[in-house]
């Protein structure tokens, strides 16, 4: 039978749902999102579904990941759509909390997650707190849904490094999955922030996921000369018109620089046009040496 979607704001509504269901031992996967769901979303909950009987989204603008001058009150809220698509995929609840409901005390005296050593570099070096605001409300939304396992996207590489790091430091029951980017026909990975884009933006956009695929196949090829990959990612960005934040090439399981044992590699890049700032990423295995 199809599943009702069932929008709850208040956090002990939620437990309550919660509760029935632990009680009968049946699992919970969780998809947190901040809204304007599209079909990355969508490939989240359909992974979601395939991990546990009960899936909870929630649809929640945190505040404190943004920084001052950052797209808060800018950052698409489409309500509608979002339970539209939510019923189209049969998803049981939406929890939908009130930015009171998350910071009963104000943002300013929460408790706070930190995650050391990643949460400052490439992203975090030029979003200062952002990574601080992601840990602190996932942790959060993880305590109050309790979910067996939570879903999110590959596309945010360093955000879902930082949140499978905050739960095993903080020894929180759930499993972290991590689930492929979901692209436009052009490569270009799919996000809200894409709204922003203008159409002649829109053309250039897919350059991105070209750069870091160019990057990947030299990689792939045998290159090493990391530092002269990551020149040419930055320059071929620059050339199609985007203000580069960095273009990086990390060890995948540490997000620090490669050395002589890395084989599983990343090329990650943050670039700006116009309004949107957007951020990709790709992994790379460097061929065994001879
Ligand atoms: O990736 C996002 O949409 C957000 O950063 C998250 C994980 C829902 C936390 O607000």
């Known amino acids: 039978m199809a599943k009702s979607l069932e929008v709850i704001a208040r956090p002990a509504q939620l437990r309550e749902r919660v509760m029935q269901w632990r009680r009968k031992g049946e699992r919970i996967a969780f998809v947190p999102t901040m809204g304007n769901l599209h079909a990355g979303h969508g490939s989240l909950v359909s992974r979601a579904a395939q991990l546990a009987e009960h899936v909870i989204v929630s649809v929640f603008v945190n505040p404190l990941q943004f920084g001052p001058n950052e797209d808060f009150a800018a950052y698409p809220r489409t309500p509608q759509d979002d339970q539209n698509l939510l019923r189209s995929l049969h998803v049981e609840v939406l929890f939908a909390p009130e930015v009171d409901d998350i910071y009963p005390r104000g943002q300013e005296t929460t408790a706070r997650v930190h995650v050391p050593g990643l949460e400052d570099i490439l992203c975090g070096a030029f979003r200062p707190g952002h990574f601080m605001g992601v840990a602190t409300v996932v942790t959060k939304l993880l305590n109050l849904v309790q979910p067996d396992v939570a879903v999110f996207g590959e596309k945010d590489f360093q955000q879902l490094m930082i949140i499978r ?33 203008l159409p002649e933006q829109r053309a250039v956009a897919p350059h991105i996921f070209a750069a870091l695929d160019r990057a990947r196949q030299a990689i792939e090829s045998g290159a090493t000369d990391y530092a002269a990959l990551e020149q040419a990612g930055t320059e071929a960005l620059k050339e199609a018109g985007f203000r580069v934040d960095y273009f ?32 990709d990423n790709v992994r790379a295995r460097r061929p065994p040496a001879k």
């Open 248 to 279: 990086a090439i990390r060890d995948a399981n540490t997000l620090q620089m490669p050395n002589g044992d890395s084989s599983d590699l990343v090329v990650l890049t943050a670039a700006r046009i116009g309004r949107a700032r957007l951020i």
């Open 165 to 197: 790091r905050a739960a095993i430091d903080l020894c929180m029951p759930v499993e972290i999955v991590g689930v492929e980017t979901t692209r436009e026909p052009d490569g270009l990975a799919m996000s809200s922030r894409n709204r922003y884009l």
